[in-house]
């Protein structure tokens, strides 16, 4: 069976440009598959804010973090980039970081260069650790990755662009010691023009991945191919969407009690993914059932009231 890194660098290969989504869990992840992505990519900020409710600053450790991967990861057979803050700790910890992501099932991570505790890439406030170290974060990063799989994907952030003091000359210098330290792509975050994005499409010496989402400029997916951008990711929509949405339907509730939530479900199931437990996959449990419990144990679905699983 091939290994999902294997898979997300022959997409890199097809190129020239790979759009890649944000989710924040399992289920946002599988609302992108069955939307026709190719690749998907776990939020940071999305998981901190779904899992604890908390600010993407450092707030979420390294155990939570991979959970969700994993739960991401088994629910969809696409590769799966995720957001691996600054490896928790120093070169050591990375060792483990690594580890963990690739047994969890993840195609690839981004590691950046900021102290911990960090913080989102695109709030004020942020500080990186002296190149050297971020340096050797990253050769422990791909001794341990060639080691395990060596087509695991490993992407170097570096915030030195936003970051107290920073400038876009530190990152781009700072972006190419960390792909000569083993990284695959560069990921400079959050340049503030379009002027900036060229200069770092055009002075890193490797593959460039994009954040588009705060700070940095939109490109059009056209834009993007003429730039030679690997990757970008749009790591917030599903996220804001939700919020927005969620809330909207929360003031319905507490305005117009329990029969705006009838009235939603009506309109709801108009929409393709709207027969909520055919998408959870009750048909496929009960085709599950069936091959392995036995026809004695589909009496149950007789005489039982409510959404019946169709039979396959």
């Known amino acids: 069976m091939q290994r999902q ?15 890649v989504p944000g989710c924040f869990n399992a289920m946002s992840a599988r609302v992108l598959e069955n939307a026709g992505f190719p690749a998907i990519y776990m939020s940071g900020y999305g998981t901190s804010l779904s899992l604890t409710g908390l600010p993407d600053a450092g707030l979420v450790t390294m155990s939570e973090v991979i959970t969700n991967a994993r739960y991401i ?8 980039i995720a957001d691996a803050d600054n490896g928790y700790g120093n070169a050591l910890n990375v060792i483990r970081t690594v580890r963990e992501f690739i047994g969890a099932g993840l195609a690839g991570i981004h590691l950046e260069d ?24 990253m050769r422990a990063a791909d001794d341990t990755r060639r080691e395990l799989d060596p087509d695991f994907v490993l992407i170097a952030r570096t ?4 970051a107290s003091g920073g400038t876009l000359e530190e990152a781009i210098r700072r972006a190419n010691a960390l792909l000569e330290a083993g990284a695959d792509l560069a990921f400079v975050e ?15 010496k490797g593959p460039v991945f994009y ?6 400029p939109r490109f059009s997916l056209q834009e993007m191919k003429a730039l030679r951008i690997a990757i970008t990711i749009s790591a917030g929509a599903l996220l804001r969407v939700s919020l927005a ?32 437990h055919t998408f959870a996959g009750f048909d496929r449990l009960r085709a ?12 149950k679905y007789a005489d039982s009231i409510g959404h019946m699983p169709v039979r396959r």
Do not use: W
């Open 5 to 19: 890194s294997t898979r997300l660098r022959e997409l890199l290969r097809a190129g020239p440009t790979l759009f």
């Open 73 to 80: 990861a088994q629910a969809v057979k696409l590769p799966v």
């Open 114 to 137: 900021q102290v911990s505790p960090k913080r989102c890439g695109h709030v004020a406030g942020r500080l990186v650790v002296p190149l050297e170290e971020a340096v050797g974060k």
């Open 159 to 162: 915030d030195a662009r936003g």
């Open 190 to 204: 959050g340049p503030a023009s379009v002027e900036e994005v060229k200069r770092v499409c055009a002075e890193v």
């Open 211 to 216: 954040n588009m989402t705060g700070v940095s």
């Open 245 to 276: 949405a969620m809330h909207d339907l929360a003031v319905k509730l507490r305005d117009e009690g329990p029969m705006a939530e009838a009235r939603f479900i009506a309109e709801f199931s108009k929409h393709p993914l709207g027969d909520l």
């Open 288 to 299: 599950l059932e069936q091959e392995y419990l036995g026809e004695e144990a589909m009496q």
